[in-house]
């Protein structure tokens, strides 16, 4: 495969300094996370694509990205006619399946536990990071919109359970391009142009804090604010991408700017970090790279991990797996990508759909995976409907399994002696 050599350019992460998540040993000597074997085709094991068809005028509704919940009890998935859907996990035949799915070809597995409907376009989405199926003041998720608010969704009911709002110089509500909650779920952090605000998630309403993320001499960050993410230490780092094509890294506390990276060949609309903190990982829109930083050294480029995307402006999203080896990835060309984020060598790819996949993300803990795909079609004045319609495989969600095994003492209990 020619992605092989992507990942080649300059240092690798050093194996020893790596945190405890890359390698399976077992915890408290009674379990082992199971070997998960990403070097081999996952299986699906369910599938959707016909709630998503639209009628007329928009024939080619598409999605923009699939998210877990932290519990991983469900998943919620965004799509271009303004609609969120909630999607329970069923757990008796998920893991235990299989080689096959669980629906018929034409027909879904199963349809969403909740659909809810939004005014305008979805700019982004995130889950309450405190969210517990067996909690249901904390199933909640937000959204924010062009022209509204951010919106905070009952996960359960689909009523709207409160709103955020931040005016503009002329008293108006300016809508958050991006929005991410901090590892504790106190604060709601928005990202707009040149500026970033906080919201305290117990106080809805117009409060909120502003940071601008330009200094008095021109310095800093630029550009709208595609994109928030908090380092999983809880050491009170973040970063914010932009269309800039920089990404920042802050202080949470006192909002501090650290560093400004430049390197992404288009605007930045996804970063994510590593297990340990220590790496941050950033993709661009039309970009065919993601880029992977070592935070405590950003002076190079640590290395390059390839994906289909040089022609698209859609957000495509990537996501590392729980234990923090391996990242995945989708692209244009329907396939995902598995690198070994040890070496930063492609490992695997399989064909996910037929069309873009924007959305990849690996379950909390179990060793499954969500993608969803599609992109905006034009077709032309002489094109009939029936040219629009769609397979199965395009504008779909699809969950895949992947093939795991347990060590001979995963299972075994210190005995002392």
């Not at 194996?15 to 299986?43: I, N, R």
């Not at 970009?287 to 390059?304: A, G, H, Q």
């Not at 598995?338 to 993300?361: C, E, M, P, R």
């Amino acid at each position: 495969m020619g992605e092989e050599g992507a990942g080649a350019e300059h240092q690798h992460p050093n194996p020893d300094t790596e945190s405890a998540e890359f390698t399976e040993t077992p915890s408290h000597g009674t379990y082992s996370w199971p070997l998960v074997h990403y070097d081999a085709p996952p299986y699906r094991t369910h599938h959707f694509f016909k709630q998503f068809r639209t009628a007329a005028p928009n024939l080619n509704n598409f999605h923009k990205g699939v998210k877990w919940s932290p519990d991983g009890s469900c998943f919620l998935t965004c799509c271009d006619d303004n609609t969120l859907r909630v999607f329970t996990l069923p757990y008796d035949d998920s893991v235990t399946s299989l080689n096959t799915c669980s629906s018929a070809p034409d027909e879904d597995s199963y349809a969403a536990n909740l659909v809810a409907s939004e005014g305008e376009s979805v700019y982004d989405y995130c889950w309450y990071p405190q969210m517990s199926a067996s909690n249901p003041e904390l199933c909640v998720f937000a959204t924010t919109t062009r022209d509204h608010p951010i919106h905070l969704w009952d996960a359960n009911s689909g009523q709207l359970r409160c709103t955020y709002r931040a005016y503009d110089a002329m008293d108006e509500i300016t809508a958050a391009f991006s929005i991410g909650f901090n590892p504790s779920g106190t604060k709601i952090f928005a990202g707009y142009n040149r500026t970033l605000r906080i919201f305290d998630v117990h106080r809805p309403g117009r409060d909120f804090e502003q940071h601008s993320t330009l200094q008095g001499n021109k310095e800093g960050q630029p550009g709208i604010i595609s994109s928030i993410a908090f380092s999983p230490t809880h050491s009170g780092v973040l970063a914010t991408g932009s269309y800039s094509q920089t990404t920042a890294i802050y202080r949470e506390d006192n909002m501090e700017p650290l560093y400004v990276l430049h390197g992404q060949e288009g605007g930045v609309t996804h970063v994510q970090f590593s297990k340990d903190g220590n790496y941050l990982y950033t993709g661009g829109r039309k970009d065919p790279y993601i880029l992977c930083w070592d935070i405590r050294n950003t002076v190079d480029i640590v290395y390059k991990l390839y994906r289909s995307s040089k022609d698209t402006n859609q957000r495509i999203h990537f996501d590392i797996e729980p234990l923090g080896r391996y990242l995945g990835t989708g692209g244009q060309d329907g396939l995902v990508h598995i690198y070994d984020l040890q070496t930063g060598q492609w490992v695997s790819s399989f064909q996910a759909a037929l069309d873009t996949v924007n959305g990849f993300a690996f379950h909390p803990f179990l060793p499954m995976a969500a993608t969803s795909s599609g992109h905006r079609r034009f077709g032309g004045l002489d094109d009939s409907q029936e040219n629009m319609n769609l397979s199965g495989d395009e504008n779909c969600v699809s969950i895949w399994s992947f093939f795991s095994s347990t060590s001979d003492t995963a299972s075994s209990v210190e005995s002392g002696n």
